[in-house]
């Protein structure tokens, strides 16, 4: 393997993502991928993955998110890494040890409590009835709270909340 | 007309919550075309497969295979208007189908909801049921005033193409099926460089504008080049990026052009003898007076 891993939790990190040690540092991924064409820190050379692959703390890293896991990277990888896939367990990790972003943490939230990402605004519902649509507000949404439950997430929300909470006192 | 298929018809939640005219322009074209759509009031946000899938992949996938059992129980296929949702059902529908101790574990995690994961439908993007039900040669028996003259980049997004082996669409890297559907209508597809590249929905969700802007300059002035005097695409993330963001975009870097967005079902419904009005063109951010001139019918 090419890429240095420096992470702590390597081997977390690899158990999650095995495929990211095929990867010979090509570059071909960069040539696709919209983050490291337009992210503000990168070029073709210094790439979004190496970045992410490379860093000490990658699930603290902000720049995790902006990835739109448009799977260009996958698509064109000779080795057959993931990255998305790999990313997908980071982000997962963040999630969990509060260090996702905020928007992140309340668009989950709003899908759980609400079945929807984006709220109705007023306009949208003046606009449906103009259009005489059909009302639009999921039933049953509790079964999504029921799921939360199974899964673990809402565990996973309780401990988040009880850790702001303390750092906040 | 020979074809009649009815379809659980998701509407998603960025269509009704903010673009609520897709939602009419579907219920509008659709049926038409022979897709009849069956309302399931218990349908919920897919839920996304960038932040939701990052998140919580477990939860992410219990919910797309929640909403696949509503569908499931009416025994009617899928049909939906956005890539997103079309990527998280399709990808919970395969691998629930292909996974059996998958669908095992999520059955148990649906135990409480009265659901169960059984494998029986499939989910489609309305793109996928216009080429699978109708198919191209068929719908050019729907075109009455052919878009002669009419230039037109498509964008048909990352998230209906990839990983390819789920999405059975089109080529990722080089997708044509989209620019078919609109040569079919009398329009000419404009073949430009930057086809391929993603529309930036990332950027937008994590805030990041400045590259958001960036990428889109790039993306418009390349199909300008290339002669488009507008845009289709076949998702509300893609149509935001493009209509809001090309707003910011213009300011930002000055362009000197306007590229309207609109969706595949618009265009189609142009081609079928709808005006603009009818196809809600008023709701739209970006209006250029040059791309209006090409659809008046005298
Ligand atoms: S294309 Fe594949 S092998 Fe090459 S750098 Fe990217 S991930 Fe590594
Ligand atoms: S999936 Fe993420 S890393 Fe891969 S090309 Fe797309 S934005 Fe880049």
């Known amino acids: 393997m090419l890429l240095s891993i420096k992470f702590q939790a390597r081997n977390r990190f690899l158990e999650r993502g095995k495929a990211v040690e095929k990867c010979f540092k090509c570059g071909t991924c960069a040539l696709m991928c919209p983050v490291t064409r337009y992210g503000e820190d990168y070029n073709l050379r210094e790439t979004f993955m190496y970045d992410i692959f490379s860093s000490e703390e990658p699930p603290a890293k902000q720049n995790l998110w902006s990835c739109s896991v448009c799977y260009k990277c996958y698509e064109v990888c000779p080795q057959d890494v993931n990255p998305p896939k790999v990313f997908k367990a980071l982000k997962e990790i963040a999630f969990e040890t509060g260090r996702a972003p905020l928007s992140v943490v309340s668009l989950v939230k709003s899908v759980i409590h609400t079945g929807m990402a984006f709220p109705m605004s007023d306009a949208s519902r003046r606009m449906r009835a103009q259009l005489n649509l059909p009302s639009f507000a999921p039933k049953d949404v509790d079964d999504l709270g029921k799921i939360a439950k199974n899964t673990g997430l809402e565990k996973k929300l309780d401990i988040l909340k009880a850790k702001r909470t303390n750092e906040h006192e | ?298």
Not at chain 2, 46 to 63: K, S, V
Not at chain 2, 108 to 126: N, P, S, V, W
Not at chain 2, 189 to 208: E, N
Not at chain 2, 227 to 254: H, M, N, W
Request: charged share 25%; hydrophobic share 40%.
């Open chain 2, 1 to 298: 007309m020979s074809t009649n298929n009815r379809y659980a018809f998701f509407r998603g939640c960025l269509i009704p919550a903010r673009y609520p005219h897709f939602e009419y322009v579907a219920r509008t074209i659709l049926p038409q075309l022979g897709i009849q759509l069956l309302d399931i009031d218990e349908f919920t946000c897919c839920a996304d497969p960038i932040q939701f899938r990052g998140a919580d992949e477990l939860t992410w996938l219990a919910i797309a295979a929640r909403n696949i059992c509503l569908a499931e129980e009416e025994d009617i296929n899928i049909v939906c208007l956005c890539n997103g949702c079309i990527n998280t059902l399709a990808t919970a529908n395969y691998l629930l189908k292909k996974e059996p101790r998958l669908r095992d574990r999520m059955n148990r995690i649906l135990a409480d909801t009265g659901h169960q994961f059984e494998g029986t439908i499939e989910t489609k993007h309305y793109l996928q049921a216009i080429m699978d039900d109708i198919g191209i040669e068929r719908l050019r028996s729907y075109v009455k005033i052919p878009l002669d003259g009419l230039k037109v980049a498509t964008h048909t997004g990352c998230h209906l193409t990839s990983p390819q082996d789920i999405l059975r669409f089109d080529d990722p890297l080089d997708p044509s099926v989209l620019d078919s559907l609109v040569a079919v209508l009398g329009a000419e597809p404009v073949d430009y460089d930057l086809k391929a590249l993603c529309c930036g929905v990332g950027f937008s969700l994590s805030g990041q504008t400045v590259a958001s802007s960036h990428l889109l300059k790039d993306k418009l002035e390349n199909m300008r080049q290339f002669g488009a005097d507008c845009i289709t695409v076949a998702c509300p993330f893609c149509f935001q990026q493009f209509d809001l963001g090309q707003q910011t975009t213009s300011r930002k870097y000055e362009l000197d052009f306007k590229l309207p967005v609109v969706d595949y079902l618009q265009i189609l419904g142009f081609a079928m003898g709808y005006t603009l009005e009818e196809m809600q063109y008023d709701s739209h951010r970006v209006k250029d007076k040059n791309f209006e001139s090409k659809l008046k019918r005298g």
